[in-house]
């Protein structure tokens, strides 16, 4: 699983507001699409490894791992600008790409899931006035980085079972022979998951508006 | 003393007799058509209180009554003399829940936040906050993993986990369904040990018969019927006898 997650360090970069280092991701971006210099790319990349290697002195391995899962993306689009454009567009774009990976890589490996889940919460403030509860929304986020990797490795050991019986790990029937009881599992930990949720106080959120009751009612 | 509006409920804490422990009232419950519990009438008071029974007699619908995850379609439970049907909230705060499996319970990427996740339902202040998970997680041999993600932990230190989220939250009561089959022997033994220096009122849903040692009262549980109440001594081999005979 490639999931980029927190890296602990005293680094500036780690103290940094969530809110404002997703600014700061979401600018470089927009500022990497309007002044397309190759120059421009190449400082950007530059700048970005500096801050994550050096300032907040993550491991070269957190930046690596994200620079490989995109290595072939960057030499196809390398490919086809040069064929169809130019090489020099061609480095342009991928430098541009893997600037914006490694940026993300970075704002991640810097911010707690809670942080930034806070920011999704507090984006989400004003569908307050459509009867969203933001804190529901942030849970929703959390829940689906925890559940990520579960359900990879849940889908994992089904294969494993099924290959242990001579089953093939390959193909369009594999892959409908894994989804079939992987969903069911699915279902099965969505429900048991909730009802954690609950034995936890999932429903018991005193600090925000709740509606007037007389008489709290189960679910 | 203060005035209160006629018809407004009172507070929970109002009301509240921790003297009165849990009590199950002629309850029965039913998923469906199928009846799975019939007739229980239980007042726990005791420390530590064990439930052992076959698979499918109902143990863990037995638990789930006793913090309202279930509500009984017969009969009534309380616990401290609140209802789990109407003050299901006040039930939870005061009755803990550690289930079987530790990967369903873990609901945020990493360890600390995942402890801290009670507390924010509580309404704790972040500094509270910080400082209860930081003595949870050092308590429990987990202070080196705050910032791990929870899912690179062992099966062991997930059910660590888990049962540390649920201590965070300061639990008069603990229901443990199962708590340590998915576990080996050493971590099985670390659970073990843990329940038995916690200072809450613990009942466990159990097939390893050991971790009922020292116990003050185990039930058999056998269909939907609580047909043995006594000394894990006598308990277990009440179960044994009538496993012997399926
Ligand atoms: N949500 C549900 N819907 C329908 N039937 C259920 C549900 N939960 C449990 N049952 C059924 O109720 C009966 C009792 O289940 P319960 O989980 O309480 O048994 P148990 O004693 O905990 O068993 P085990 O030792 O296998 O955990 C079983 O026959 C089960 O199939
Ligand atoms: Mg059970």
Redesign the interface.
Known sequence: ?T?A??V?RASVVHRVPAGAKLLALATLAIALFWLPTLAGAAAALLGTVAVGLLVARLPVAVLARQARAVGWWLVALLAVHALTTDLRTGAQVALRLLTLVLAAAVVTATT???EMVRVVERLCAPLRLVGVRPARVG?VV??A??FI??LV?RADRIRAAQAARGGSGRGVRALRTTVAPLLVQVLQ?AH??S?????????????RPRRRR?????? | MRFRRP???PAADDVADPARGIELRGVGHRYGERVVLDGVDLTFREARVGVIGANGSGKSTLA?LL???V?PSEGRVLVDGLD???????V??RV??V?Q?P????????VA??V???LE???VPPDERAARVAEVLARYGLAGH??H???LLSGGQKQLLAIA??LV?RPARIVFDEPTTLLDLVNARRVAELIAGLDQQVVVVTHQLDLLDGFDRVLVVDGGRVVEDAAPGPAVAAYRALMAVR
């Open positions: 699983m999931l997650l927190y602990p707690r899931v809670s849970l959390a829940l980085l925890r990797p579960v490795e930990m048991d998951v009802e954690a949720l609950d034995a936890r106080g999932a429903d018991d959120v005193p600090s007389t008489q709290e009612a189960p679910r | 018809g407004a409920a789930r913090n309202g995850l509500v789990t049907r109407t003050q299901v909230r006040a939870r705060r803990g829940f289930f499996d990967d369903a319970q873990i609901v945020h990427p990493t936040e995942d801290a996740y009670g339902n509580q309404g705050a910032d993600p929870a899912h989220g649920v939250m």
